[in-house]
């Protein structure tokens, strides 16, 4: 098998044995980057040279004695989390030129452990999207279908995970933009719960909502990944002190007498009768490995879309004030201070950001704060009880990523109604702080992935991460590759 | 929920963002699209719900006030648009 085409682990194995060196892997990934990357576009920003310098530094590591199961594993970033030295531009004009002083947390948690950083992958601008159309350079196309989306906001990451250009990515998903992506593109995306991954270095979109996840292609590979970035962190507040298991450990076990939900309001109108089938066929997989199946209600979910489009504009109208062109980004020179503010801004914020920051700022503004939300936050509430009632009745929930499989560039980008809907399973679970992986589970008669969404309580992971593994071993769905490069 | 052509004006000089006359006539048609949306939300009677701000439980997180060496005043100067002596410079606020 071609280097580039391993998983973590079976690089991580030849690697430990002596067979490859991180610098040959390290070489094989970015060979595939420039062959590939043209056609799929996932990278804004590739650092070859500084990779193999890293490559050799870990190379050097392992002689030395050290190992780990990310010691000179070549990964991707999302271009959301800062890395110091290398552009973060988050998709966007007004950080196009910005360079962080300094590594998120979870980037240093990553160089500790020895992984190479190939390079910065494609999003919507500032995490706003559910396609990528929304980054203001350029679209990344879906591996399995270049006239298709490959999902949003982490769509660079996805769509190089798919296509062999790293070996695994970051992400971040404040309403789907980890698992809906993944789904797209027929890789593992894990969404950790709120206040799990230290948010230190993560530019911020909804500060109550966003997390950093991992996009993988096997269950195996996220835990591994996951392992490596969970944990408490002084310089984020909301990162929670709670141990960190061995995700590994949960891998191999079965789950007869598992108690799995299946929340009726996920099979209504709108779902791709090709979705609801693969679902519903994992679903009888998962019953036949032994785990209990039956339905559960979550009353509230209609209303998850509009409390998120309220809740995360909001906190993003606040968190984008602090682009105003003084300190770094874009300026467009005006005689006013305060003209200056209005022109940068305009111009440096693209269609849905600008959206969504005037979205937010009514919602907050005098006279519709109560309506809009103070009204949203109390949904939020109602929402959050659904899925502790839940969760009563259920050790994991079990439901379809998003109602349809990939769909088409430039479908609908004239319509952010109906592109918000494309997040329809994905936003409650932010809402609620729970934690959730989506992983292959069939493919439509186009030949796109279908993904499947395995939700878990908070700080659950272990359990989301053990039905996962479990239903990857009985089926061979994430076996199959893209038609893209052979 | 229609949105006037001065109401999307306020809204975009509170966000401090110079829009165009086709960009203000496109917000004002697809803010009140997605407002009448949110209507549904009215539906629900919340009067007695609290409100959920964040889901974890609020608390102060405090640590050690001890000194710690700050970011090196040029790496951050890099980023800015227009470094002047050590400081950001803006265009004046105060005649």
Sequence with gaps: MALHALTIHEAAARLERGEITSLALTEAVIERILALDNDIQAYITLTPEAALEQARAADARRAAGERGPLLGIPLAIKDVICTQGIPTTCGSRILEDFVPPYDATVVERLRKAGAVIVGKTNTDEFAMGSSTENSAFFTTRNPWDLGRVPGGSSGGSAAAVAADECLGALGSDTGGSVRQPAGFCGVVGLKPSYGRVSRYGLVAYASSLDQIGVLAKDVTDAALLLGAIAGHDGRDSTCVDVPVPDYCAALGEGIAGLRIGVPREYFGAGLQPEVEAAVRAALDTLARLGAQVSEVALPHTEYALPVYYLIAPAEASA???RYDGV???LRVEASTLAEQYKQTRGRGFGAEVKRRIMLGTYALSAGYYDAYYLKAQKVRTLIKADFERA??????????????TAFRIGEKVDDPLHMYLTDIFTLSMNLAGICGL??????DANGLPIGLQIMGRAFDEARVLQVASAYERATAWHQRKPPVGR | ???????????AELARLALSDEELALYQEQLSAILDYMQQLQRLDTAAIAPTATVLPLRSVMREDEPRPPFPHEDILANAPEPRDGCFAVPPVLD
């Design chain 1, 438 to 443: 989506s992983l292959p589970c069939g493919f």
């Design chain 2, 1 to 11: 929920m229609a949105l006037s052509r001065e109401e999307v004006e306020h809204i």
């Design chain 1, 391 to 404: 969760f009563e009745q259920a050790d994991v929930l079990v439901c379809p990523t998003a109602p349809t």
């Design chain 1, 327 to 329: 300190r770094y980004g």
């Design chain 1, 319 to 321: 968190n984008l004030a």
